[in-house]
C-alpha cells in the first residue's frame, strides 16, 4: 500500500534552517506529484512546496518563496523541504502528500482532497 512518512521537525529559533524528509514507499516516486502542506492549531491546512511528478518543475505558496527549497530523489523515494530564515509564523504540523501525475506543471501549491496518502505529520515550532 501507498504510504508516506514525515521527519525531521523539531524546537528551532528564528532564523535558523531545518530540514524535512518525505520518505515514500509501495509505489512509483516518479510518477507522483509531491505536495508539502502545513497545518497549525485553528487554522485550515496550507499548501507550502510542491514539485511536480516526471521531473517536472517545483512551486512556493509566496509566504515561503525565497526560504524554502524542495527536492526529490526519486530513486531513494525521498523527497525533502529545505527550510532557511524560519518564523515563529511557521510553525506548524508539516504533511507532504502524493498525486498521480501528470497534472499541471508546475503543480499547483493548494491542499486538496487528491492528495488523500499523507502521513502522519512533523511537528516544526518555531521559537526563541
Known amino acids: 500500500q501507498l504510504q508516506l512518512v514525515e521527519s525531521g521537525g523539531g524546537l528551532v529559533q528564528p532564523g535558523k534552517s531545518l530540514r524535512l524528509s518525505c520518505a515514500a514507499a509501495g509505489f512509483d516516486l516518479y510518477t507522483y506529484t509531491i505536495l508539502w502542506f502545513r497545518q497549525a492549531p485553528g487554522k485550515e491546512s496550507e499548501g507550502v512546496s510542491c514539485?511536480?511528478?516526471?521531473?517536472?518543475?517545483?512551486n512556493y505558496a509566496d509566504s515561503v518563496k525565497g526560504r524554502f527549497t524542495i527536492s526529490r530523489d526519486d530513486a531513494k523515494k525521498t523527497v525533502n523541504l529545505h527550510m532557511n530564515s524560519l518564523k515563529p509564523e511557521d510553525t506548524a504540523v508539516y504533511y507532504c502528500g502524493a498525486l498521480m501525475g501528470p497534472g499541471p506543471n508546475p503543480c499547483r501549491v493548494t491542499f486538496s482532497g487528491a492528495y488523500n496518502y499523507w502521513g502522519q505529520g512533523t511537528q516544526v515550532t518555531v521559537s526563541a
Open positions: 514539485i511536480t511528478a516526471r521531473g517536472g518543475n517545483a
